[in-house]
């Protein structure tokens, strides 16, 4: 594997449901990201995590809960979602410092539907 | 409040002809700004970068330009190839912070 790989691909959930997405980078980055990309809304940052440590909550609900255990390693947990929550999720990671963290490798995304 | 704004949600254009991608943003306090390119079922895909102490950056066939008094900038590609067609996102961020703010996107279609 190389890159950035999310999965799963898909997912279909309904609103008392509890799933995780996950995110795992080959690129050796220290640096992780969580982005919420709704139909004709730019992508929102939600999450960052350096070294393993949260350092960016971007007034996420609480019924988001993300989860770092390594560098290489990221997990979006979901629990009581809404339909509003609906959305492409997309993970990122980057160098940590100077300008490298701006340019970030994303995955391909989890597209969730809450029903 | 949208801080960086795509206004044209789609362009296209002949291949070998020149593409202009425009990206307006509010935040003077923005200081480092990319181009992301987005093929469908793929993420984005960094492009190029430029700061804000220069008004021109190129690598190849595209070329990023700044107005920094008019907060504005664009992404030129020439010539257009018709595996430029995508989504290209405009972004931007302050300060050395690792919070980058996304514009909504212009899908480019270039025209064999």
Not at chain 1, 69 to 82: A, E, I, R
Request: hydrophobic share 30%; glycine share 6%; aromatic share 12%.
């Amino acid at each position: 594997e190389t890159g950035v790989t999310q999965t799963p691909r898909h997912l279909v959930m309904g609103m008392t449901n509890k799933k995780s997405l996950k995110c795992e980078q080959h690129l050796g980055h220290n640096a992780m990201y969580w982005y919420k990309q709704s139909a004709k809304k730019p992508l929102e940052l939600m999450f960052v995590y350096n070294f393993k440590e949260q350092t960016e909550n971007n007034s996420v609900p609480s019924r988001f809960s993300p989860e770092c255990p390594n560098s290489s390693h990221l997990f979006l947990h979901l629990h009581t979602l809404q339909p509003e929550d609906s959305a492409l999720y997309l993970c990122a990671s980057s160098q940590s410092g100077g300008r490298a963290h701006n340019e970030q490798f994303f995955g391909p995304g989890t597209r969730l539907t809450v029903l | 409040d949208q801080q960086v704004k795509q206004n044209s949600p789609s362009l296209s254009v002949q291949e070998g002809r020149i593409s202009i991608l425009n990206c307006d943003y509010t935040n003077s306090m923005f200081d480092y700004f990319l181009w992301y390119k987005k093929y469908p079922a793929e993420g984005p895909t960094f492009l190029i970068s430029i700061s804000s102490i220069k008004d021109k950056n190129e690598d190849g066939r595209f070329t990023v330009f700044l107005n920094k008094s008019a907060k504005h900038l664009s992404l030129h590609i020439v010539p257009s190839q018709p595996g430029d067609s995508a989504v290209y996102f405009c972004a931007a961020s302050a300060g050395g912070y690792q919070k980058v703010t996304f514009g909504t996107g212009t899908k480019l279609q270039v025209i064999p």
